[in-house]
């Protein structure tokens, strides 16, 4: 099993900060992957970005350029440092497990951002 607990979401002006954390417990040597997805009202759910086991990442193109993902692995944590943000960044984010051995993925509860214009 591997949990995962996202915080530091808020409420922030335009052009504002906020960094999310993504805690995960349990069976880290499973874990492939880390992945941040959001979902606004009405919309699907979109990737943001990943961080692989190796330190690889990938980046929505929406993002690139003001978002960085990174990680602690002394405390299991993975950050998303969001930068520059605009109103239509406002979603739910959660955090997202890929995992190896054909274990299924595991999800965050979500935390929610929100950035007025």
């Known amino acids: 099993q591997v949990q995962l607990v996202e915080s530091g979401g808020g409420l922030v002006q335009a052009g504002g900060s906020l960094r999310l954390s993504c805690a995960v417990s349990?069976?880290?040597?499973?874990?492939?992957?880390i992945n941040w997805y959001r979902q606004a009202p009405g919309k699907q759910r979109e990737f943001v970005v990943s961080?692989?086991?190796?330190?690889?990442?990938n980046y929505a193109d929406s993002v690139k350029g003001r978002f960085t993902i990174s990680r602690d692995n002394a405390k299991n944590t993975v950050y998303l440092q969001m930068n520059s943000l605009k109103p239509e960044d406002t979603a739910v984010y959660r955090c997202n497990a890929d995992r190896r051995y054909g274990l299924g993925p595991a999800w965050g509860q979500g935390t929610q951002v929100t950035v007025s214009s």
């Open positions: 961080i692989t086991s190796g330190g690889s990442t």
């Open positions: 349990g069976s880290i040597f499973s874990i492939a992957a």
